[in-house]
């Protein structure tokens, strides 16, 4: 299935010719990363195939997507004819095998869990070439723990888009011990030719840097509001107007979303072990409240 605006384009599109020979673009899971993750590849110039299990996902997937397209073409942030291009290369299917198989890198932008992580990588590397790169989107989970179910290691690495990824400049890319040079430069290319900032790691560590210096921003606030030094909506305040941040703390786990925000803690102490690493008591009342934040109505704030 071909996701088409009303108004289609005749103009033929050209893939960015620094993209290290990458033509063909496959993201796995059409969730709100993945699909914004193959908008991005299809406004660069890729072909591109969103997949998932569920045609249900694929057309809410592709009406947010048309939304937010033609609030961005009210706003002048793109002209109808980039956004028309952009649907006549961006494709959605629920046969993943296919699109992988005819594509040079593939996103897998999944639920964090790793069993099923594993199980989608050890299936791509059967059925894609082997010089295709398999990269996983996952904000925690490091990719040496999908890397030793396929039998070609050395083409798996992390590209970790940040959420909203159609607006976020920055993407990590974290190679693990067996990822080769060439996969980290054409993965770059191609990250650079999707128009982002790279921001490219020597070696792997659960959490990456972006949301490491995040973490412990956010521990710090935790801590400051446990300890009755401040109440949140002032330690929210301080991080905008003093540090002029966009949004607090508290702010910024309501939108990413409270039971994510949990989620990455405990995925981080499944790889660490380390007590540490675990959700902050308070985001577990929370998380066991059903209080997600802006897509529950509540977490931290109360969303009318």
């Given at each position: ?10 103009e ?8 290290a020979?990458?033509?063909?673009v ?44 033609d ?7 793109r002209s ?16 993943r ?28 590397d ?24 396929v039998?070609?290691?050395?083409r ?7 959420n ?5 400049e ?10 080769s040079p060439e996969?980290m430069?054409r ?17 792997e ?63 981080e ?9 675990l ?26």
């Amino acid at each position: 299935m071909r996701a088409q605006t009303e108004e289609s384009t005749t103009e033929e599109s050209t893939t960015p010719a620094d993209a290290a020979g990458i033509e063909t673009v496959t993201v796995v899971g059409a969730g709100t990363m993945g699909s914004q993750i193959a908008a991005v590849a299809a406004l660069a110039g890729f072909r591109t195939h969103l997949v998932d299990i569920a045609q249900e996902q694929l057309d809410a997937a592709a009406e947010q997507l048309r939304r937010r397209f033609d609030r961005d073409v009210e706003k002048g942030r793109r002209s109808r004819a980039q956004v028309s291009a952009a649907w006549e290369r961006l494709g959605t299917t629920t046969d993943r095998d296919a699109a992988a198989a005819a594509s040079d890198i593939v996103i897998e932008a999944a639920v964090e869990d790793l069993t099923i992580k594993r199980r989608i990588f050890s299936e791509l590397d059967a059925v894609c070439d082997p010089g295709t790169i398999l990269a996983t989107n996952s904000s925690n989970i490091v990719s040496s723990r999908v890397a030793d179910a396929v039998e070609h290691p050395e083409r798996v690495c992390n590209l970790h888009f940040f959420n909203p990824a159609l607006v976020m400049e920055c993407v990590e890319l974290v190679p693990h011990p067996q990822t080769s040079p060439e996969t980290m430069e054409r993965a770059a290319a191609f990250t650079r030719a999707l128009g982002k900032t790279l921001v490219t790691l020597r070696k792997e560590i659960p959490g990456f840097v972006a949301n490491r210096l995040l973490n412990a921003i956010r521990q710090e606030a935790l801590s400051l509001l446990d300890q009755g030094v401040a109440d949140f909506e002032d330690i929210d305040a301080a991080a905008r107007t003093a540090l002029r941040h966009p949004m607090g703390p508290f702010e910024l786990m309501d939108l990413v979303g409270v039971d994510v925000v949990h989620m990455i803690r405990q995925a981080e102490y499944e790889q660490t072990g380390d007590p540490e690493s675990l959700p902050h008591p308070m985001i577990t009342d929370l998380y066991e409240a059903g209080r997600y934040g802006r897509k529950s109505g509540r977490g931290w704030y109360s969303y009318p």
